[in-house]
């Protein structure tokens, strides 16, 4: 009898899991991209709150402080958003002023590797040799055909750009203005959500939600000081190979190593390629070991911020770190610690029985 039990203990256990993964999925799936900048707007206007309420209690109007509220708030991330672009702007110009000259250096090394390979292919001997002088004939023009290509590639990506600026602009408007009047009628935004839920369950389903966005806020402090710590790194490691503009390169490559499909290496190998190519040999080193050393950093430490930050045993979120890299890549990475810490919360709660706390 207590087999059974526990048998049947096991499958509504296994079957909630599976009613809760299929939810996320259809939200994240189907929900979540319709009702987007709708959901951040709400997200945005609970985040000013304590600022709207602040100016209540000396005397402003609801509707006053909250367009306030807005205002300054957008106001910061379009400066924001403006120093960085200047400052990546002033990197490209850079760049493009020292364009000819590294463009000249880059063919004079190829030349150079090329020279030398063909002459240790034939001093070698190897049975690959008439395959490697043909690959080598015809590295010259695909070479002359780099440019176009690249070219004609950079014009697809601003087309495609281009095309989806409208659903931007849409977007963007769409946060703004549902921020600001979320925010003018929070009260009774807040009210209407509550009024649907059943009042047996009302209770227990703030307290989930309360958990939730503590969590989500706890995960997102641990983002940031990931991304604090692979700043530092790469702000050293350039500082100490001299190279220009290192502040702006080493918060540009934290912010791409924060992406959840790019990564730190996506800037730093092809950069130092490239330095070999040139034969700066010292810097390509410098480069290669600088993204070993973020790498083995960032999976060091990213278990235990991550269970810092979300109340999970090391163990357990290196596992789910682990488990989403194998399910989802990288992405799997991020999703995975929050669905295992919203498990955990719905588990002490009672909402669903999946081990015993």
């Not at 176009?148 to 014009?155: D, F, I, N, Q, R």
């Not at 502040?247 to 490559?253: E, N």
Request: aromatic letters at 10%; charged letters at 10%; proline letters at 6%.
């Amino acid at each position: 009898m207590s087999s059974f039990l526990s048998s049947k203990r096991f499958l509504s256990a296994f079957f909630q899991l599976l009613l809760g993964l299929l939810l996320l999925y259809s939200v994240f799936r189907w929900l979540l991209p319709w009702a987007a900048p709708v959901l951040l707007a709400l997200f945005l206007a609970r985040m000013i709150e304590p600022a709207v309420r602040t100016l209540l209690r000396r005397g402003f109007p609801r509707p006053l402080a909250a367009g306030l509220c807005t205002f300054l708030l957008l106001s910061l991330l379009v400066i924001l958003s403006h120093l960085l672009l200047a400052a990546a702007a002033a990197v490209l110009r850079s760049l493009s002023a020292q364009l000819p000259s590294l463009l000249q250096t880059f063919t004079a090394s190829l030349d150079h590797l090329e020279t030398s390979f063909r002459f240790w292919l034939r001093r070698l001997g190897s049975p690959f040799e008439p395959w490697l002088l043909s690959f080598l004939d015809r590295l010259p023009l695909f070479l002359d055909e780099l440019p176009g290509t690249l070219s004609s590639a950079v014009l697809r990506l601003l087309s495609n750009l281009a095309e989806l600026a409208p659903q931007i602009l849409l977007f963007l408007v769409t946060v703004c203005v549902g921020l600001y009047f979320s925010s003018a009628a929070y009260p009774d935004v807040r009210g209407f959500l509550l009024r649907q839920i059943p009042d047996h369950a009302r209770s227990r389903t703030l307290d989930v939600l309360h958990d939730l966005l503590f969590s989500l806020s706890r995960w997102l402090r641990a983002q940031c000081l990931m991304l604090l710590l692979t700043f530092f790194e790469l702000l050293a490691a350039l500082l100490l190979l001299r190279v220009p503009y290192a502040p702006l390169l080493a918060a540009g490559i934290a912010l791409v190593d924060a992406l959840p499909v790019l990564g730190a290496g996506t800037v730093l190998v092809p950069w130092a390629l490239w330095e070999l190519l040139v034969q700066n040999i010292p810097l390509a080193l410098g480069l290669i070991i600088s993204y070993a050393a973020v790498t083995l950093l960032r999976q060091c430490f990213q278990a235990k911020i991550l269970g810092d930050q979300l109340g999970l045993h090391p163990v357990a979120s290196l596992l789910a770190v682990y488990a989403g890299f194998r399910a989802c890549g990288v992405a799997g990475m991020l999703l995975f610690p929050i669905l295992l810490i919203t498990l955990q919360q719905l588990n002490d709660r009672n909402v669903i029985h999946l081990w015993n706390s």
